[in-house]
């Protein structure tokens, strides 16, 4: 499936760029002159170095196996600051070699560690470079007994100390080496699984002057880039909180419907006609995370005059799902086309679906009639949305698939939208993932919220909410 792009978005100020970058701020605060990035081959080493250079607006790389030429063509990204002069890559040679206005050098068997120090001293103060990147430094000092490398470390860790340069050492692999001993900050990134899916960590070892407040971020390198995934809100934002706008809507095809969110429907393709979506929560994440998602498909249909009945998950009442519309839409296409089941005891009101918590069959067949003046016979589309675990705590141990396909059958010959909310504990999760036309999960890993689907399977994406024009709207980005 297509991603939407993502791009790090970076603050003039070295430091801040480097801080909001890594998720920490203060990697390169006064306290830090040297840094050891560890992981393991593909790991996004060379990258997060890139963006380290590209936030300190200059550096030197220094690499024991990669040409210039090379570099380029695998970091795109960055191809403009290499050829800008901004970074220069030195490979430790006796023969130098220039193409146009790129100077680089070869690396060459044999060549001693005193001279590798000193060329890159010389190369970063001739150019005046506020950082050089070592990598990998494992592969320079393989070669040398422990004497050697800890001269040379020494030696680059006293030319940085008295000078303004900072100096970071890449390594393959995540063992502890001499060098973390010596350095002031130590990050390690992992290439590791979500459910069969590719998902990438930065773990912060060590940070000197700055406490780590969170050990462990997600990170991906969509676009070529590094960039590191926020936490995700604990509560969704409410008007008031942020100056809510009218909605805008994203227009249905004569097919598919639009989510409201274009990341969304860039993600699902849009949402064909009379589909039936589960969408699953992960055990460590609150089932009102899905509010401003499910908000934003309703205001989307609201907005188009469509309609939407919903039985609420167990933590949202009723009047909430009402309310939060209020902001966005006009008030009479919320009176008149949105309607909401309440098992307690309410004061009549119209957009209020009266259900008894006894029959599942009489409550259901209650909330279609509804659902039917909704849509005024079939000229209105309709999103409904079942919180699941609502109607196995209200009605028990009922056998629910028999009337429930009822329901979806309806739903796919009136070509409406049904999604239905379901947590890890519930009996009838598998069976609709069975019927579903998707199954989509939001789970949460090192505080961030993902979001993927398990049919037909997708990678992971990040998932946030971005209210910048006034209302919730999904913001997607690629785990790469």
């Known amino acids: 499936m297509s991603a939407p792009d993502s791009n790090a978005v970076l603050t003039p100020q070295f430091e801040s760029e480097v801080g909001k970058l890594l998720g920490v701020e203060g990697l390169l605060n006064p306290a830090v002159r040297a840094i050891s990035i560890k992981g393991p081959p593909g790991a ?30 695998q970091h795109r ?71 050697d490398v800890a001269k040379a470390e020494h030696d680059l860790l006293t030319t940085v100390d008295t000078s303004q340069q900072r100096i970071v050492f890449v390594g393959e692999g995540l063992e502890l080496t001499s060098i973390d001993y010596l350095v002031d900050a130590i990050v390690a990134l992992h290439d590791n699984e979500h459910e069969g899916r590719r998902i990438r960590e930065i773990e912060w070892i060590k940070l000197r002057g700055k406490e780590i407040p969170q050990k462990t971020y997600l990170f991906t390198l969509a676009n070529g880039e590094f960039r590191t995934l926020p936490k995700s809100q604990k509560e969704p934002l409410t008007p008031g909180t942020f100056v809510a706008q009218k909605f805008k809507p994203i227009p249905h095809s004569t097919e598919r419907y639009s989510t409201g969110s274009r990341d969304l429907d860039l993600f699902l393709g849009g949402l064909r006609r009379g589909s039936v979506i589960l969408l699953e929560f992960g055990k460590t994440i609150s089932s009102r995370i899905h509010l401003p998602l499910t908000t934003i498909i309703r205001c989307n249909f609201l907005a188009q005059g469509g309609c939407t009945a919903t039985i609420p998950s167990g933590e949202d009442p009723p009047e909430r799902i009402r309310q939060v519309a209020y902001p966005y839409l006009d008030k009479t296409a919320v009176e008149s086309s949105l309607a909401v089941a309440h098992f307690e005891t309410a004061p009549a009101d119209p957009w209020l679906i009266k259900l008894f918590g006894k029959s599942f069959e009489n409550d259901q067949e209650i909330f ?46 009136y070509r409406d939208l049904m999604v239905f909310g379901a947590k890890p504990g519930s009996q009838l999760k598998q069976k609709l993932s069975d019927v579903a036309d998707l199954h989509m999960k939001i789970d949460e890993v090192e505080g961030a919220s993902i979001l993927y689907l398990i049919k037909p399977p997708s990678g992971l994406m990040h998932l946030t909410y971005d209210y910048t024009e006034g209302y919730p709207t999904v913001k997607l980005t690629p785990i790469v």
């Not at 996004?44 to 030197?60: N, Q």
Request: some cysteine; hydrophobic content about 35%; glycine content about 6%.
């Open 77 to 147: 990204p960055f191809a403009s600051l290499i050829e800008q002069g901004e970074v220069v890559i030195y490979q430790p040679t006796a023969q130098k070699t220039k193409i146009g206005t790129l100077e680089y050098e070869e690396a060459k068997k044999g060549i001693r560690m005193s001279d590798v120090v000193q060329k890159v001293t010389e190369v970063a103060n001739d150019r005046n470079k506020r950082l050089i990147i070592l990598d990998s430094w494992d592969a320079f000092t393989r070669e040398l007994d422990d004497k």
């Open 44 to 73: 996004g080493k060379t990258t997060l170095a890139f963006e380290l250079i590209k936030a300190a607006h200059g550096g030197v790389y220094v690499s024991t196996r990669v040409k210039e030429t090379v570099m380029i063509e």
């Open 368 to 413: 279609w009639q509804k659902t039917n003046e909704l849509k005024a016979g079939l000229d209105k589309p309709c999103f409904i949305y079942i919180g699941v675990d609502t109607i196995e705590y209200k009605y028990g141990n009922t056998e629910f698939m028999s009337p429930l396909m009822t329901a979806i059958q309806k739903v796919r010959e």
